[in-house]
């Protein structure tokens, strides 16, 4: 029988455990977004499952399982806590309004930090909890160009944010290896638009939260070598809203806009013998649920100033896997990533992903002794293509949007943890 952590884990542990998620919260809420398949970020979790290519849905466990699957949670021993970070240095290039066709410029460098925090606990041998804190998707950028040659360099920033806090739960069936685990989300929304040029003047700060997210899973030890792992994760619509903001010369009194977070859903399998293992996972995000946008405002515009989408559904593959040499202490960990196109090229944006197929490479490693675990992955995303498209209706139809050239995307991800299990 496993002993639970009422039984063995110290009060003062606990409550560390804790005192880190609600830090991570709170500091979560003043990260930056970054760009990424849609507005998932396809490598933010902790580099243990970063440097496999961000595969886990099979075998994650501890309280990162409420980011990857729940059911995961079912494999703690006692109790666990893990603190994790992604540096994220990118940059980006577009063209950000179809208003300067000729201008297509690469975005400002600047770094972001993204927080993950998560702690577990099982209560019974049957029954596991877990909480945690941590960025689940956005978008942005920030260009410093000049709308015509006679013009004064202006400021193009867009930030989008997607926090969530999760409270997940698991239930054990140990005898046969099976965990069922659900996880529910309060996700946090913010967009931050603002051009200061003399036609569009664009400044809006949009925030709001989402009550209604879950995500559940489960995981089936089915042979000593063998698991398998689901996962789903349900829609939300965070709906941003400020009172005041202003665009198109016109000032507001309130505005409001809807953040949509798509469905998301995969499936993964590990394989393990001896000090090697290696896993494959599929997942299918449902991006075509971004479709328009309307920004609502009050007075109401002449005409709706709406931000067009159009994306396509995304799939995603992702390979992983970890050797571990001097007595599996020292895990080397290597993965690759292939995400499909799910931007529109019809309707392209110098602020979010490139209209083309994203790949990424990941290496890590680590030192694994005992109860403490620290680990660091390396992550290197790219996608490029060049945008010839028709503008001639956007001012109407997406105003917001950018015009022809070149978009690319290269990103570095730096990604660190450190996890304790009581076991």
Known sequence: MITTALDRCSRPALRCALALVTAAATLAAFTGPAEAGGYDIPIVN???????????????????????????????????????????????QGT???????????????????????????????????????????????????????????EDNTELLLQESTLGVAFNVDKIGLHIGAGYRITYGRLV????????????????????????????????????????????????????????????DYAATDLVLPARTGAGLRFDWGDFGTA????????????????????????????????????????????GVFDGQWPIRLGFVFGSATTSADFPNAFGPP??????????????????????????AWASKFVDVDTSNFLVECPNCGGAGQYALRANHFIFDFSYNWE
């Not at 909480?131 to 920030?142: L, N």
């Not at 990941?362 to 992550?379: K, R």
């Open 280 to 323: 494959v996972e599929f997942e299918w995000l449902f991006n075509s649920q971004n479709n328009t946008i309307v920004l609502e405002t009050v007075p109401t515009l002449p005409n709706p100033l709406q931000n067009v989408f159009d994306w396509s559904d995304q799939y995603i593959l992702r390979w992983g896997g970890e050797y």
């Open 96 to 154: 950000p309004t179809f208003l300067s066709p000729d201008v297509n410029v690469k975005s400002e460098r600047k770094p972001l930090v993204f927080p993950f925090v998560s702690g577990a606990v099982r209560l019974a041998d049957f029954f596991t909890v877990g909480v945690a804190a941590y960025i689940v998707g956005g978008a942005g950028g920030e260009y410093s160009y000049q709308p015509t040659p006679a013009a004064d360099t202006l």
């Open 193 to 252: 638009r603002s051009r200061p040029d003399a036609l569009t003047t664009l400044d809006l700060r949009l925030k709001g939260v989402n009550f209604e997210g879950f995500r559940v899973g489960l995981q089936w030890q089915f042979t000593e070598h063998v698991a398998f792992g689901a996962v789903y994760r349900n829609k939300i619509v965070v709906r941003a809203s400020e009172n005041g903001g202003s665009a198109l010369r016109n000032d507001f």
């Open 46 to 92: 902790t580099a243990r499952y970063g440097g496999q290519g961000g595969t886990g849905i099979a075998f994650v466990d501890g309280g990162t399982s409420l980011y990857l699957n729940p059911a995961g949670l079912g494999r703690v021993g006692v109790a666990n806590v893990d603190v994790a970070a992604t540096i994220l240095a990118g940059q980006a």
């Open 355 to 380: 209209p083309a197929p994203e790949y990424l490479f990941t290496i890590g490693t680590g030192y694994n002794h005992g109860p403490w675990q620290f680990s660091f992955a390396y992550a290197r």
